[in-house]
């Protein structure tokens, strides 16, 4: 009786360990809010000890956590369904933007030889930030016009400029990554490129007519440093895109 007993008692704390643990990373759900977001990125960042080395991709324990963490689903479910108010996806698109700047402090850690330690979480994360700010500004601007009595004058215009040129030099920032090459390895690098193609790609589609000079001289300026081909074809496809938006602008002004 006594053995059943300590079996008892050993089986209730494995499940209470169990939900716990359940309740510290909410992987049975399909989408993360905020709030999910807010205890995760807790947990992660203050439960993990120094001497611990922080969730992976490369750690089958961890890498559903990675993976839900980085999944861009989250916040698009919310911020591209129209069918919700633009206040309310706006408000929700602030939300995640806070948070993603928590979970940029997670990974950016780099060894005593200048390589990053974490370069595909660090990346992810990044990556994830690229694609939230697309809808968050886009989201911005275009609440601005629903509320501007006249949305075609010239002081909305201009914020709405301003705006999408605060977007491209947050973009820009990504490409700064090109000057740290010597910190990844191929596969981070891989990752980088991949990131040029998808974000800056969707960047230009959703403002084919604005005036991305300092993009395109940013880009001219990494494809003579970098080393890596993959980036090179990135960055070479990103100019050719931008080289044709000005050059579809220029025919239609001359009609």
């Known amino acids: 009786m006594k053995n059943n007993t300590i079996l008892l008692f050993a089986f209730l704390l494995l499940c209470l ?3 716990k643990e359940e309740n510290k990373f909410p992987l049975e759900k399909k989408y993360w809010d905020v709030t999910d977001y807010d205890n995760v990125i807790r947990e992660v960042k203050y439960g993990t000890k120094p001497d611990e080395k922080l969730p992976t991709f490369d750690n089958p324990e961890t890498k559903l956590l990675l993976e839900k963490l980085t999944d861009q689903e989250n916040f698009k479910v919310v911020l591209d369904d129209k069918e ?60 601005i016009i629903e509320k501007a009595d006249d949305p075609n004058s010239l002081s909305v215009l201009n914020t709405i400029n301003r705006n999408t040129q605060t977007l491209v030099n947050n973009m820009i920032i990504y490409l700064d990554e ?78």
């Open 178 to 255: 090109i000057n740290n090459e010597k910190s990844y390895s191929d596969v981070g690098l891989n990752l980088i490129a991949n990131g040029i193609n998808e974000n800056f790609t969707e960047l230009i589609n959703i403002y084919p007519d604005f005036n991305y000079d300092d993009l395109l001289e940013k880009v001219n300026l990494m494809l003579k440093k970098t080393k890596s081909e993959n980036i090179k074809q990135s960055l070479t496809k990103l100019k050719q895109l931008i080289e044709s938006k000005k050059s579809t602008k220029v025919e239609h002004s001359e009609l």
């Open 17 to 19: 360990v169990s939900c």
């Open 84 to 143: 919700l108010g633009l206040k309310h996806r706006n408000e929700i698109a602030q939300q995640f933007f806070d948070k993603w700047k928590d979970m940029t402090t997670i990974y950016n850690a780099i060894d005593r030889t200048d390589k990053y330690i974490y370069e595909k979480e660090y990346l992810e994360v990044f990556n994830f930030g690229l694609g939230l700010q697309l809808r968050y500004f886009k989201l911005g601007n275009d609440e």
